[in-house]
């Protein structure tokens, strides 16, 4: 479970929203008094932490989080003002984890989520579920509709990055490095032949995994 504390109710959404798509539970509160009072009844994983919140400012709800014998051990990313160091230290200082600078995209909240999560031996999201897809890290497994599929492990292995990110937009070059491991440069027309054979074995969940012309692929919800 993943705690978002945010008073921006549009950031709050996106943020739970994202983390929600890509196989965590999480849950947002706008202010100090919401947090404390779901931390009675729930110890989450990791909290997101904005500082600029109302009343109670982030960094005094991170020193009672770590003054806390309860509490103290759920890492903490703070989110900071853009440019401020200040912020940055302070929340350094107080015991924070790791910091986000506003404005932050999706797909960095979540890398640093998994980053901290790893650093801190907490377990990441063995499930990702899209629609009628669901993805088994541990046991590697894809089940469309019910019904489990064979992928090989590069097509395994670009579901399960695009399933990571839903929205986010991947060019070719960025998909061979992260997959192939191969350097800009190299045969683009691999990354096509995949995604032609995924879409194939996906059946009509296929449609999910968008073209976006003269730049490379996304998946949607």
């Not at 709050?12 to 890509?22: K, Q």
């Not at 984890?97 to 797909?107: A, E, H, R, S, T």
């Not at 986010?168 to 027309?189: K, N, P």
């Amino acid at each position: 479970m993943i705690f978002a504390v945010e008073d921006d109710d549009s950031i709050r959404e996106i943020e739970i929203y994202t983390l929600n798509s890509v196989g965590f539970k999480a849950m947002g509160f706008s202010s100090s008094e919401a947090l404390f009072s779901a931390l009675r009844d729930t110890t989450p994983d990791l909290i997101i932490l904005d500082i600029m919140l109302p009343g109670e400012s982030g960094v005094s709800i991170l020193q009672r989080l770590k003054a806390s014998r309860e509490y103290r051990d759920i890492p903490v990313i703070m989110a900071t003002a853009k440019g401020s160091e200040y912020d940055k230290v302070e929340s350094l200082d107080a015991g924070a984890d790791d910091y986000l600078v506003k404005p932050f995209g999706m797909m960095e909240m979540v890398s640093r989520v998994k980053a901290v999560l790893r650093r801190t031996g907490k377990k990441e999201a063995a499930i990702l579920s899209l629609d009628e897809i669901t993805l088994n890290k541990a046991e590697h497994v894809v089940m469309v509709c019910g019904e489990k599929i064979a992928l090989t492990l590069k097509e395994f292995d670009l579901l399960e990055l695009l399933m990571e990110n839903p929205g986010i937009v991947f060019t070719r070059e960025t998909l061979l490095d992260r997959i192939w491991m191969q350097s800009a440069g190299t045969e683009t027309r691999t990354v096509d032949a995949h995604i032609k054979t995924l879409r194939q074995k996906l059946g009509s969940q296929g449609a999910h995994i968008e073209t976006v012309r003269g730049v490379g692929y996304r998946i949607e919800g």
